[in-house]
């Protein structure tokens, strides 16, 4: 398993219980603008920041943000599991930044946990082999979106995630080191 060809890397992931509060309420806010807070918090009617900050209580040890160079938050990712060697994540990109810089910011984001998340400093080989998620069936832009970052499509889970405020068929994304 090589490595990606080194490039410049413009993003970097930074745990959020890490970065200032302002930052991170900032970055939920723009999405709630956007009204795509709704897409991220599916199983919520009419999310609003409270939810956000009911979730980041719970399980704020579990959400890293894309940052820039001068840590504005440009995407999230909120690791809701990890079974044997592969993560299910969520994610959100910032609603500003163009579909070409949003992908940057995922496949970044990809690369750093596939390639460079070790149990120490002393692994050899990354502990992460498989990213996945589970999107809605009916969310038909985020399924491309997924697939342009590099996921492939595994299949469908039924009645397995919530749409909308109703149970709906999910369909299963993968991403390995090799896919990148």
């Given at each position: 398993?090589?490595a990606?060809?080194?490039?410049?890397?413009?993003y970097?992931?930074?745990?959020?219980?890490?970065?200032?509060?302002?930052?991170v309420?900032?970055?939920?806010?723009?999405l709630?603008m956007?009204?795509?807070?709704?897409?991220?918090?599916?199983?919520?009617?009419?999310?609003?920041?409270?939810?956000?900050?009911?979730?980041?209580?719970?399980?704020?040890?579990d959400?890293?943000?894309?940052?820039?160079k001068?840590?504005?938050?440009?995407?999230?990712?909120f690791?809701?599991?990890?079974?044997?060697?592969?993560?299910?994540?969520?994610f959100?990109?910032?609603?500003?930044?163009?579909?070409?810089?949003?992908l940057?910011?995922?496949?970044?984001g990809?690369?750093?946990i596939?390639?460079?998340w070790?149990m120490?400093?002393?692994?050899?080989?990354?502990?992460?082999d498989t990213?996945?998620g589970?999107?809605?069936?009916?969310?038909?832009?985020?399924?491309?979106?997924?697939?342009?970052?590099?996921?492939?499509?595994?299949?469908?889970?039924?009645?397995?995630?919530?749409w909308?405020?109703?149970?709906s068929?999910?369909?299963i994304?993968?991403?390995?080191?090799?896919?990148?």
């Amino acid at each position: 398993m090589n490595a990606p060809v080194a490039q410049q890397v413009k993003y970097k992931l930074q745990p959020l219980l890490s970065l200032p509060q302002d930052k991170v309420q900032g970055y939920w806010q723009t999405l709630h603008m956007h009204d795509q807070l709704k897409y991220r918090l599916g199983d919520v009617k009419d999310p609003a920041w409270s939810d956000v900050h009911a979730m980041i209580l719970r399980r704020g040890q579990d959400i890293y943000c894309g940052v820039d160079k001068d840590e504005n938050i440009v995407g999230e990712i909120f690791i809701s599991a990890m079974i044997g060697r592969a993560i299910q994540m969520h994610f959100s990109v910032h609603p500003d930044l163009p579909r070409k810089e949003k992908l940057k910011v995922c496949r970044e984001g990809a690369v750093e946990i596939l390639h460079g998340w070790r149990m120490s400093e002393n692994e050899k080989l990354p502990y992460v082999d498989t990213l996945f998620g589970m999107i809605p069936v009916q969310h038909k832009a985020a399924i491309r979106f997924a697939e342009d970052i590099g996921y492939k499509r595994q299949g469908i889970l039924p009645r397995s995630v919530l749409w909308m405020y109703s149970w709906s068929d999910a369909a299963i994304v993968t991403l390995t080191r090799e896919d990148l």
